[in-house]
């Protein structure tokens, strides 16, 4: 089974903080993504990248930064958390070859207090 | 992008089989349909694909008219563990980045006793 792995799954951070969001995948997939969920907006796209060290804008990069150093694994930055942060983020990957099925961790649940 | 258009919620009772309808008029001809299903607290979970008429996997089926303006995610007697919220999803099979994630609102089946 694909596994998507999302380094915590609760985080209480601090407003002025800069946080680090780690992702993982074992499935050699050239796509990652991060997205964050609000009740009543579903998902939308903070970021993705179709390869290592390259990057894509999706529909709410403000106040984010993303990396990716190696394939497998995919890094969402909060420069300088502030509480309109605080939501679900979700990671997923997925391959050149299967578009459209993505792979999605648990989720982290973060807070900024 | 096209847009889609689901129902908020429906209700079912276990046992029945439940189907979910999703409107995407602006469907282009390299558009795919890809239903996904969220339970609470978790990351979307793929349930199934397809370009045209019918798609059957162990899940769930999937029914596409000759016109592709809309789909119906059809689930088989669904039970207690089936209520979750369901997203359907347009998107070019010629985009190998998956910019086409764009997930709604979603419908929030909810499977009563």
């Known amino acids: 089974d694909v596994k998507v792995t999302q380094s915590s799954r609760y985080l209480v951070k601090r407003t002025g903080e800069k946080v680090f969001l780690e992702c993982v995948q074992d499935m050699d997939h050239e796509n990652m993504f991060w997205y964050r969920q609000d009740p009543g907006l579903g998902l939308r796209l903070i970021y993705f990248s179709y390869d290592v060290k390259m990057k894509e804008k999706g529909d709410i990069p403000e106040g984010y930064s993303v990396s990716r150093e190696k394939k497998e694994r995919f890094s969402l930055i909060l420069e300088s958390a502030s509480t309109n942060q605080t939501s679900m983020y979700l990671c997923?990957?997925?391959?050149?070859?299967?578009?459209?099925?993505?792979?999605f961790g648990q989720g982290t649940r973060l807070t900024v207090v | 992008l096209a847009k889609t258009t689901q129902p908020i919620s429906m209700d079912s009772y276990e046992g029945q089989e439940v189907n979910i309808t999703c409107s995407h008029n602006?469907?282009?001809?390299?558009?795919?349909i890809t239903w996904y299903q969220q339970f609470p607290s978790q990351g979307p979970r793929f349930i199934i694909q397809?370009?045209?008429t019918k798609v059957t996997n162990e899940v769930a089926s999937l029914f596409i008219p000759a016109d592709r303006k809309s789909s119906t995610l059809s689930l088989p007697r669904v039970s207690l563990s089936d209520t979750a919220v369901y997203y359907c999803?347009?998107?070019?099979?010629?985009?190998?980045?998956?910019?086409?994630?764009?997930f709604g609102p979603g419908t929030r089946l909810s499977v009563l006793p």
């Open positions: 602006n469907i282009a001809t390299n558009d795919y």
């Open positions: 999803l347009v998107g070019d099979m010629r985009d190998n980045y998956g910019q086409n994630f764009v």
């Open positions: 997923a990957s997925s391959s050149t070859t299967r578009t459209g099925e993505a792979f």
């Open positions: 397809g370009y045209k």
